[in-house]
């Protein structure tokens, strides 16, 4: 088992950044793939970024690229997500998943991220 916990989320006005953290306990983190989705008030959930075990490749949805960034330290078991030139459509509750196959089995229980306009 692998327990994920988000942080960081909180308000914040358009044009701002702010970092999210996912912490991991249990299994070694540095087995799994690490993902970051989120899900938009009234939307479903979607992708956003990912990052290998290897930390040789990293993923990220079109809408978030050249603003956001995915890194992790697995001595730490802590993945990252810094979000920068945030947008009033960013505004989701962000998760961390990861697995150590083709499906996400472990998900955080998100943090919400609130962008004014």
């Known amino acids: 088992q692998v327990h994920l916990v988000e942080s960081g989320g909180r308000l914040v006005q358009a044009g701002g950044s702010l970092r999210l953290s996912c912490r991991a306990s249990?299994?070694?983190?540095?087995?799994?793939?690490v993902a970051w989705f989120r899900q938009p008030p009234g939307k479903e959930r979607e992708f956003v970024a990912s990052v290998s075990k290897t930390l040789l490749s990293t993923d990220y949805a079109d809408s978030v690229k050249g603003r956001f960034a995915i890194s992790r330290d697995n001595y730490e078991n802590t993945v990252y997500l810094q979000m920068n030139s945030l947008k009033p459509e960013d505004t989701a509750v962000y998760y961390c998943?990861?697995?150590?196959?083709?499906?996400?089995?472990?998900w955080g229980q998100g943090t919400q991220v609130t962008v004014s306009s």
């Open positions: 998943a990861c697995r150590s196959g083709d499906e996400y089995e472990y």
């Open positions: 249990g299994r070694p983190f540095s087995g799994y793939t």
